[in-house]
């Protein structure tokens, strides 16, 4: 079973284009979730889906960033116009379940390393 | 709000020594507790984790943790390391749905 995808896996932009990161998550999955990591601190977590809802768009830095999941299964998370702070790694993970991550194991993809120049 | 420390960013170890990742967590409610690994080109992985029951919890490569209360952490050992286990190592607890992580420990194994 394919476990859960990301796509691309770098991306070089310059300040102020626009980037779209996909995300796949295993089948199934009803919880999808975005976390970032930037400049090799903490994992932090952007967003939650549950099918194509958005549970918890907490962490969501700004209005440069939307998220969306299309029918309930990939996800894509855009940044536009894309900053120089806003070059990290960006992992997508999924779980499933409707308890979200109480007790239920996520499974992470390999993340997008994004590049703003 | 919770919170998750992890004291040390990296730690060179030779192969074959013990280690200790240290990870400390400050949250006012109950937590589930995880370690995360990273290998260089892969993306995270869950080592083992805590839910309830027994404080001690182990992984199928080793690794064990011990939950402890009173002093709110949950660190990492492996008696005897190998090359393999090179990698980035997160702590993370969660609560409501969100899985907070700690800032990572780098773990070098030196021939």
């Known amino acids: 079973e394919a476990g859960v995808t990301q796509f691309p896996s770098h991306s070089v932009i310059e300040k102020g284009q626009t980037v779209t990161l996909r995300c796949d998550p295993i089948?199934?999955?009803?919880?999808l979730y975005w976390y970032r990591r930037v400049m090799g601190k903490e994992i932090k977590f952007l967003l939650h889906?549950?099918?194509?809802?958005?549970?918890?768009e907490s962490g969501m830095p700004n209005n440069r960033f939307l998220a969306e999941r299309t029918g309930g299964t990939y996800s894509t998370l855009k940044v536009q116009p894309a900053e120089l702070e806003d070059s990290g790694v960006y992992f997508c993970?999924?779980?499933?379940?409707?308890?979200?991550?109480?007790?239920?194991?996520?499974?992470f993809g390999q993340g997008t390393r994004l590049t703003v120049v | 709000a919770q919170s998750v420390t992890q004291l040390d960013s990296q730690v060179p170890v030779f192969e074959e020594a013990p280690v200790e990742l240290r990870c400390n967590y400050s949250?006012?409610?109950?937590?589930?507790l995880f370690w995360y690994v990273q290998y260089p080109n892969q993306g995270l992985q869950l080592l083992l984790k805590?839910?309830?029951?027994?404080?001690l919890v182990e992984s199928i490569n080793g690794f064990e943790a011990e939950f402890n209360k009173s002093q709110t952490s949950f660190h990492l050992r492996k008696p005897s390391v190998h090359i393999s286990d090179t990698a980035e190592y997160f702590c993370a607890v969660t609560f409501a749905r969100q899985l907070t992580f700690g800032s990572g420990t780098q773990l070098t194994v030196l021939p």
């Open positions: 805590y839910l309830s029951g027994s404080t």
């Open positions: 993970a999924s779980s499933q379940g409707g308890q979200g991550l109480w007790n239920t194991e996520a499974f």
């Open positions: 089948s199934g999955h009803d919880n």
């Open positions: 889906f549950v099918k194509e809802s958005k549970q918890d």
């Open positions: 949250s006012s409610v109950s937590v589930y």
